[in-house]
């Protein structure tokens, strides 16, 4: 299905363009689910994103490298309308870079150094479209054979999974990958094989109020059963953390009148 953009549009930033198709397509006023053919069209538009497009200097664009080559060590709120970019290689931990968050969807980029993981969790009753803006990731996920039944204070999540992507290496430029509440590997891992960033698109976003925690799991292979593992609700690694870091790509025109959550990100560092 052909979706139309607004005239303006094509002058717009890259992220402006997402922002704007996001906006329209995951609206809670929206019609609709998206269809296959809306997200095939946000699919392209990440598919032409960039690091310095979120305002991250990937130390490989010329462009990027240029814009970062003046910028201080100290002096990391600097808006990228000057020029200014995040570089990478000053992530020596997994940092969540808060792009945006409403309602109805959100936008954020996760930077790994080489060799951390972000462990096996899933995603609730969601759409995922994840871009990989530079670098190598190891990517292992899985979908349910039949979803567990919501769990109580006293159980957890677990149960039989089909394999979808086994210790799967995926390098930069690759398409944007897309998992569904049921399908495409809902709950995944990634594993940093080079530095690297993934530019998250999530709808609905994450929300315990509204039934949609984040779980994590250890996977167990089943030697008898190829194809599958057993996967089951476990805590996070007491020395898991997640730092934040301001984004610094171009500022967005946001739609009046929305539930934003932007504020909640201002010092987020879990």
């Known amino acids: ?11 717009l930033s890259k992220m402006q363009r ?26 392209h538009l990440l598919d032409g994103m960039e690091a310095a497009d979120v305002g991250i200097d990937d130390g490989e664009s010329p462009s ?5 080559s003046s910028s201080s060590d100290n002096d990391d709120e600097v808006s990228s309308n000057n020029g200014r970019l ?12 808060h792009i945006h ?12 150094p080489a060799g951390a993981t972000l462990p096996l969790h899933d995603h609730p009753e969601m759409v995922v479209l994840s ?73 609905p976003p994450y929300s315990e109020e509204l039934g949609r925690p984040s779980t994590y799991f250890s996977d167990i292979p089943i030697p ?11 805590d996070l690694p007491e020395d898991f953390s997640v730092a934040g870091a301001p984004y610094l790509g171009p500022e967005l025109e946001l739609a009046v009148d929305m539930d934003d959550d932007d504020d909640d990100y201002d010092d987020y560092d879990q």
């Open 1 to 11: 299905m052909a979706v139309a953009f607004p005239p303006h549009i094509m002058v």
């Open 18 to 43: 997402l922002y704007d198709a996001c906006d329209m397509i995951f609206s809670s006023s929206a019609a609709s689910s998206p269809t296959i053919g809306e997200i095939r069209w946000l699919q």
């Open 64 to 68: 990027s490298s240029s814009s970062s």
């Open 86 to 97: 995040l570089p990478a290689r000053a992530f020596t931990r997994i940092t969540y870079v």
């Open 101 to 112: 968050q409403c309602a109805d969807f959100s936008m954020g980029v996760f930077c790994f």
């Open 131 to 203: 871009k990989l803006l530079y670098g190598s990731v190891r990517v292992r996920s899985y979908d349910w054979v039949t979803p567990p039944s919501p769990c109580s204070s006293t159980t957890r999540k677990s149960g039989l999974a089909r394999v979808v992507a086994a210790d799967e290496v995926r390098h930069a430029p690759c398409e944007t990958s897309v998992l569904f509440p049921h399908s495409g590997g809902n709950m995944h891992a990634f594993t940093a094989v080079t530095p690297c960033a993934i530019l998250d698109v999530l709808t």
């Open 224 to 234: 008898s059963l190829p194809g599958f593992a057993f996967l089951e609700e476990t």
